[in-house]
């Protein structure tokens, strides 16, 4: 399958070809029930993209074809299915939450009103409260929970980039954002209202002197937005960051760590 689609992404008449768009079709189903992912945990904490799924996904949307569909009085017109059989799946599905076709939701999900977009992947235990989005390629870990309003940022080109990653047992406050490809390690915190990209100085000020980050939250770390003082032409002005102001205590009883880590912090989330 890889050889056909790195073949059709180099040569786009080969969508034409009917063993190109099975070999793509094929990606997206084994995406939809969590078979491939657009990127895997490897050695020493890193993450791999597979770029040739990523042009999968990209790939797919013109062999497909616009088409209406309606849900009782509820109308759309798009090209993409949405995903079905979530008692079977074994996830619980609010009114108005959507997951496109080409997503995984693993069993013991919770989706409140909210999106999923095509290529994801959502561990089981997790939370997509309501207005939560997990853009397209975005990776969730398991028992993560994605506050009221956040945004988990997709990305499908430039292919090298790495989507967001979200890892297991992460809490993601209210109205987060986070995207270009930031990672959030295992049991941090994000306080409400954090919003993180590539740029994005997250400065840790729990020592003697600042420790810059940039694109990674580490592990069990308490984050909240902050700001710091930049020179411009015309003058200093205070720019967007975010602070780790603490450390989510190793536990055993997650849950109990992390209401430890909110009261003890004071952070709204």
């Not at 017109?77 to 619980?92: F, I, P, Q, S, T």
């Not at 975005?138 to 997709?154: D, E, F, Y």
């Not at 020592?207 to 200093?236: D, M």
């Amino acid at each position: 399958m890889r050889q056909q689609i790195e073949a059709a992404w180099d040569n786009r008449e080969l969508l034409k070809d009917q063993k190109t768009i099975q070999a793509i079709e094929t990606v997206i189903e084994e995406l939809d029930k969590g078979l491939l992912r657009v990127a895997e945990p490897g050695e020493n904490g890193e993450w791999i993209v597979n770029e040739w799924i990523k042009k999968a996904v990209v790939m797919y949307f013109p062999i497909r074809q616009m088409e209406t569909i309606e849900v009782g009085p509820f109308e759309f017109h798009d090209k993409m299915a949405l995903k079905r059989n979530y008692k079977e799946l074994g996830v619980r599905v609010v009114p108005h939450a959507i997951a496109r076709y080409g997503a995984f939701v693993a069993p013991g999900v919770i989706m409140m009103p909210s999106y999923v977009n095509i290529g994801a992947y959502v561990d089981s235990g997790t939370m997509v409260d309501t207005w939560a989005t997990v853009g397209s390629c975005a990776q969730v870990g398991k028992n993560v929970h994605l506050s009221g309003g956040v945004g988990i940022g997709g990305v499908l080109e430039p292919l090298q980039a790495a989507p967001v990653i979200i890892e297991d047992d992460a809490f993601i406050g209210s109205r987060c954002i986070v995207v270009e490809g930031v990672r959030v390690g295992k049991q941090a915190v994000l306080g409400a209202n954090v919003v993180l990209t590539k740029s994005t100085k997250i400065i840790d000020v729990t020592g003697p002197e600042p420790i810059e980050h940039r694109g990674y939250v580490p592990e069990r770390s308490v984050v909240i937005p902050g700001t710091y003082t930049k020179e411009f032409p015309a003058g200093s002005y205070q720019v967007p960051c975010a602070l780790i102001i603490g450390q989510r205590k190793a536990s055993t009883d997650l849950k109990t760590s992390l209401n430890d880590a909110l009261r003890e912090h004071n952070v709204a989330v």
